[in-house]
T-cell receptor, first 115, second 114 residues
Framework: DVKVTQSSRYLVKRTGEKVFLECVQDMDHENMFWYRQDPGLGLRLIYFSYDVKMKEKGDIPEGYSVSREKKERFSLILESASTNQTSMYLC???WGQGASNTEAFFGQGTRLTVV | AQSVTQLGSHVSVSEGALVLLRCNYSSSVPPYLFWYVQYPNQGLQLLLKYTSAATLVKGINGFEAEFKKSETSFHLTKPSAHMSDAAEYFCAVIRSGGSYIPTFGRGTSLIVHP
């Protein structure tokens, strides 16, 4: 089974802190994604990466950055956490090639609270 | 740009009743469409996917969805709801352009009454 592991299920951070959310997948997937989930808004794409050291902005990249130094690991960084970044963060990965391999596999999510 | 619209943020059914969750897509090319389920405090799990092989797609846990191009719809159904089906359901479409990025609807919360 594909496994996507997020380093923390729950995090509480203070305003202004630099926050790192880590995600690791074990299926050699090319694509990795970071979404945030808020009630009534569904999942919104923050950043995605289609290869090591390659990254593209998603729909809501402001206040975030990412790092992909190894194929299996994709990190989301909140440079200076703010209360409006309190949310559920979901990491996902996919092969990204061919119709039969397009589904995304998700981690369990990290519920981040910024106080 | 590809997108999906889920009609109804909440759907309430009785145990044993038909489940119908609606999803309409917007796409200029034949889309790849998905339904995911999210149980409380968990990530998303794939229920089923449409990739143009067959218009009626069967998924896990007794769910199925029918792709209707004329209606640009991909509604999710289950003949008989179980209490364990209570969850959040998301419809998704793959964006065009070769990057295979999933774009999600806003979700529908399924409530099952005993």
């Amino acid at each position: 089974d594909v496994k996507v592991t997020q380093s923390s299920r729950y995090l509480v951070k203070r305003t202004g802190e630099k926050v790192f959310l880590e995600c690791v997948q074990d299926m050699d997937h090319e694509n990795m994604f970071w979404y945030r989930q808020d009630p009534g808004l569904g999942l919104r794409l923050i950043y995605f990466s289609y290869d090591v050291k390659m990254k593209e902005k998603g729909d809501i990249p402001e206040g975030y950055s990412v790092s992909r130094e190894k194929k299996e690991r994709f990190s989301l960084i909140l440079e200076s956490a703010s209360t409006n970044q309190t949310s559920m963060y979901l990491c996902a990965s996919s092969w990204g090639q061919g119709a039969s391999n397009t589904e995304a596999f998700f981690g369990q999510g990290t519920r981040l609270t910024v106080v | 740009a590809q997108s999906v619209t889920q009609l109804g943020s909440h759907v309430s059914v009785s145990e044993g009743a038909l489940v119908l969750l609606r999803c309409n897509y917007s796409s200029s090319v034949p889309p790849y469409l998905f339904w995911y389920v999210q149980y409380p405090n968990q990530g998303l799990q794939l229920l089923l996917k449409y990739t143009s092989a067959a218009t009626l797609v069967k998924g896990i846990n007794g769910f199925e969805a029918e792709f209707k191009k004329s209606e640009t719809s991909f509604h999710l159904t289950k003949p008989s709801a179980h209490m364990s089906d209570a969850a959040e359901y998301f419809c998704a479409v793959i964006r065009s352009g070769g990057s295979y990025i999933p774009t999600f609807g806003r979700g529908t919360s399924l409530i099952v009454h005993p």
